[in-house]
T-cell receptor
């Protein structure tokens, strides 16, 4: 079983829709939670980050962490065609190595 | 230019050949990482380095060798390339002074024939 599970999609939505992307994880030591966006043939770019449980909002993006359920979410409001990309969740613990553990990524397509 | 650069961007090599992928960063970040990205697996950690001359294995290290004699460079060598090593390879660096500051290169697309 993978430490981090993420639905690979593809997820296709019309422009303006609310998008929900999710990851589940099994390692309770994870404390830092990030979302990366990756456009085709590019490297991942940090989109959102949170520490421990709670919500964080930045413009059209909201990140949620529920540590009791080991479940993290990214919401995109008023989705745009430019949001079409692969979204990867990335997690790491508080101690030890700083390497990130990634989900497999969800490919999102926003139709104009 | 400031940033993290990988070379080459594309590489085709034959089975059994040795190939080295280069990674260079200009920030003097102490941490550097190598990941490979394959369909259905996301990014998997191959090796990482906490500082010059300090390296450690990640999730999928078999068949790879790394070195880090200088802080800014972290080359990845495939000692004897196999078709299963066909993948997109990403290098990343991180400043220990920030919890979320991971920056990725643009990747090297390697095909082993």
């Amino acid at each position: 079983q993978k430490e981090v599970e993420q639905d690979p999609g593809p997820l296709s939505v019309p422009e303006g829709a609310i998008v929900s992307l999710n990851c589940t994880y099994s390692n309770s030591a994870f404390q830092y939670f990030m979302w990366y966006r990756q456009y085709s043939r590019k490297g991942p770019e940090l989109l959102m980050y949170t520490y421990s449980s709670g919500n964080k909002e930045d413009g059209r993006f909201t990140a949620q962490v529920d540590k009791s359920s080991k479940y993290i979410s990214l919401f995109i409001r008023d989705s745009q065609p430019s949001d079409s990309a692969t979204y990867l969740c990335a997690l790491r613990g508080d101690t030890g190595r700083r390497a990130l553990t990634f989900g497999s990524g969800t490919r999102l397509q926003v139709q104009p | 230019d400031a940033g993290i650069t990988q070379s080459p961007r594309y590489k085709i090599t034959e089975t059994g050949r040795q190939v080295t992928l280069m990674c260079h960063q200009t920030w003097s970040h102490s941490y550097m990482f190598w990941y490979r990205q394959d369909l259905g697996h996301g990014l998997r950690l191959i090796y990482y380095s906490a500082a010059a001359d300090i390296t450690d294995k990640g999730e999928v290290p078999d068949g790879y060798v790394v070195s880090r004699s200088k802080t800014e460079n972290f080359p990845l060598t495939l000692e004897s390339a196999t078709r299963s090593q066909t993948s997109v390879y990403f290098c990343a660096s991180s400043d220990p002074g920030t919890d979320y500051g991971y920056t990725f290169g643009s990747g090297t697309r390697l095909t082993v024939v």
